[in-house]
């Protein structure tokens, strides 16, 4: 795949309601609404489907921030209908969704791949065709168990976890400019130190 692409829409994934607002299955929610504080203005109504949507500038380009309302299992349909209005192709977004397979703290930058079993990606490929998108994977940790996962993503992780993803949050905000510009490679040397 090229890496020689502009982001022009930054989707955050998670779940509506301040049931689970907290919850780590968010962790791309929280990314998405400091971006939206460090770069963007405030939420505006969408021009359709269930989603928010903001404008920001990121290194002199301009990028729209999508945060779909509808629940994570789901959501790929909201975001393939605000790409179709757009006529955005699958390359020009980047995804910002809670990573169990790294530690608090950690964060991650793929470009394409698979889903790993995160319903909230499988969703978005069953709806764009593919998995060829950027995607900054943020760590929660894993509770240990296969059978433990779905209660413990929608579950509020502790203090010093909830500050650790929060730190890696920063880091991965600090590198908006190098990928909202193509440079992913840049930005990967960063996120992923030897």
């Not at 049931?19 to 969408?46: C, D, F, M, V």
């Not at 605000?82 to 608090?104: C, G, N």
């Not at 950027?134 to 929608?154: A, N």
Request: overall charge positive; hydrophobic content about 45%.
């Amino acid at each position: 795949m090229s890496t020689a692409r502009h982001i022009a829409l930054i989707v955050a994934l998670g779940n509506p309601g301040d049931k689970y607002q907290a919850t780590r299955h968010n962790a791309g929610a929280w990314l998405l609404e400091a971006i939206r504080h460090s770069y963007g203005s405030a939420w505006a109504p969408a021009v359709a489907g269930k989603v928010q949507v903001a404008s920001a500038v990121i290194n002199d380009q301009s990028v729209k921030l999508l945060l779909p309302r509808v629940y994570m299992n789901v959501n790929g349909a909201e975001i393939a209908k605000y790409m179709r209005y757009f006529k955005l192709d699958a390359s020009q977004i980047l995804v910002l969704h809670d990573e169990l397979d790294f530690p608090p703290g950690v964060v991650r930058l793929k470009d394409g791949g698979g889903c790993a079993g995160h319903n909230g990606l499988k969703s978005i490929k069953a709806h764009l065709g593919t998995t060829d998108f950027l995607r900054l994977r943020i760590g929660i940790g894993h509770p240990g168990h296969p059978d433990m996962v779905s209660d413990y993503v929608l579950a509020k992780p502790s203090v010093a976890d909830h500050n650790q993803i929060l730190d890696a949050c920063h880091t991965a905000e600090k590198q908006l400019p190098a990928i909202v510009s193509g440079q992913i490679q840049a930005a990967m040397r960063v996120l992923h130190p030897q």
